[in-house]
């Protein structure tokens, strides 16, 4: 199956097909170290975030690694609990001061909802609708090469687009074999929003599935570069996350073999362990 290296957003911009997630690595020399190796692994796509609080690192890091700037996509997010037209223009402006650069590629509301609060029953929806007037703002004055959304489903992802006429060029979501999310995946598609995979291995939990131990033993790769490649052949873009060098790059070398659709269809229908914690 011809995987590409790329994906072309809605708006003609180029986006790498995987991406290094940052999520949950320690700003200072855990994010620095592991957004270096990173790119020293080949990776050309680096996803952060304000709430990761690890901006500062993961910039320094891209500096560091002398590798043009225009050569490496960077995304990060909005925090959550942060609504309103002049919050996300003031926060974005903290957001690329502690990267360190002029612009992003690509901004995130990072939920529809806060995290932190006992928001069941309550909706955001006028304030994500704010917010996004917001994010269209900035990218029509060019400050930001691409804007989007994270864990949005279709009743938030509506209300933003019938108020703006834009829709998202991405949604960042929780997928993996196992959770393909298609309501969400279906209802992305004729808007053309690219779908992207965070935590592609469920945060761990893939590897307690013996299907998947034995699919990868009959393709003769890790079982971290199966879920990967699933991703990628189902056309959406994977965030992997390591903090050691060799799982970094294991997990950016998926170009070179192909999971049969059988094996696909196989890997979509498995029941995921649950949530430990």
């Not at 097909?17 to 990173?38: E, R």
């Not at 990267?99 to 806060?114: F, M, N, R, S, T």
């Not at 703006?164 to 991405?170: D, K, L, V």
Request: net charge neutral; with cysteine.
């Amino acid at each position: 199956m011809n995987v590409k290296h790329e994906y072309v957003l809605s708006n003609g911009v180029r986006i790498p097909s995987v991406g290094f997630g940052t999520w949950q690595i320690k700003n200072g020399k855990d994010a620095y170290d592991a957004t270096l190796a990173a790119l020293q692994a080949g990776y050309r796509h680096i996803d952060t975030a304000a709430a990761y609080g690890n901006e500062e690192s993961v910039g320094a890091a891209i500096r560091a690694s002398g590798i043009p700037r225009e050569e490496i996509f960077i995304t990060s997010k909005l925090k959550a609990e942060l609504k309103g037209y002049q919050t996300a223009l003031d926060e974005y402006a903290k957001t690329i001061s502690r990267l360190g650069v002029e612009k992003l590629d690509l901004y995130l509301i990072h939920a529809p909802k806060p995290w932190h609060i006992n928001s069941n029953g309550i909706e955001y929806t006028e304030q994500n609708i704010d917010t996004w007037k917001a994010f269209v703002h900035l990218y029509e004055e060019g400050k930001v090469r691409s804007i989007g959304v994270s864990n949005f489903r279709p009743e938030h992802l509506k209300p933003i687009i019938d108020a703006t006429g834009f829709a998202p060029h991405a949604n960042q979501i929780f997928l993996c074999p196992g959770d393909a999310q298609k309501t969400t995946v279906d209802f992305s598609q004729p808007y053309k929003i690219l779908t992207e995979a965070y935590s592609p291995l469920a945060t761990g939990r893939l590897f307690e599935v013996p299907k998947l131990q034995d699919l990868a033993v009959k393709y003769g790769v890790t079982l971290a570069q199966l879920a990967i490649r699933w991703s990628l052949q189902r056309g959406f873009l994977p965030l992997p996350k390591s903090v050691t060098p060799e799982r970094i790059r294991n997990n950016f070398d998926v170009f070179g073999f192909d999971i049969s659709a059988f094996d696909l269809a196989e890997m979509e229908n498995i029941v995921l362990p649950p949530w430990r914690g």
